[in-house]
């Protein structure tokens, strides 16, 4: 009779084993449509309007805004956090060339190769711009 609870046991650790891990594998899926869902999505969103997406821009708006708030007088604190905003701006769109570069998801190198040069010219603007915190509308022109 021992030996029949230790194999039911067995068998109940194991069947446990594989739902739980058949459980993970579904969360890492849908986290990894997620993020790839996001990435697509950004790129899209900045080769079409050229401008930083709003929740790159939203930290830093509240930053200032704060800052405003308590003090209007404060220019250099004012000037840290645009030169902040620029920092990670270009950071992230950076980042997002790598993906575009190496990701397996762009099956097409035409399209990669014209993703790249739209994201390349849209840092090279946000790098030279002068920069206020820059609006997530269109700019004319573009």
Not at 55 to 84: M, S, V
Not at 100 to 116: A, G, H, K, V, Y
Not at 132 to 142: D, N
């Amino acid at each position: 009779m021992f030996l029949v609870y230790v194999i039911l046991a067995f068998a109940l650790t194991m069947i446990l084993s594989v739902l739980l891990l058949r459980a993970g594998m579904v969360v890492m899926v849908r986290r990894a449509g997620a993020h790839i869902e996001e990435a697509l999505g950004l790129i899209e969103y900045i080769t079409n309007t050229r401008t930083v997406p709003q929740g790159w821009q939203e930290p830093f708006a509240r930053q200032l805004a704060q800052l405003q708030h308590r003090n209007p007088d404060k220019q250099r604190k004012q000037i840290r956090i645009r030169q902040a905003a620029r920092k990670t701006y270009l950071k992230k769109l950076t980042k997002l060339m790598t993906y575009t570069q190496n990701s397996p998801i762009i099956q097409d190198e035409e399209t990669r190769r014209l993703l790249l040069a739209d994201l390349s010219a849209v840092y090279e603007e946000w790098k030279t711009q002068d920069w206020e915190l820059p609006s997530s509308q269109p700019q004319e022109g573009s």
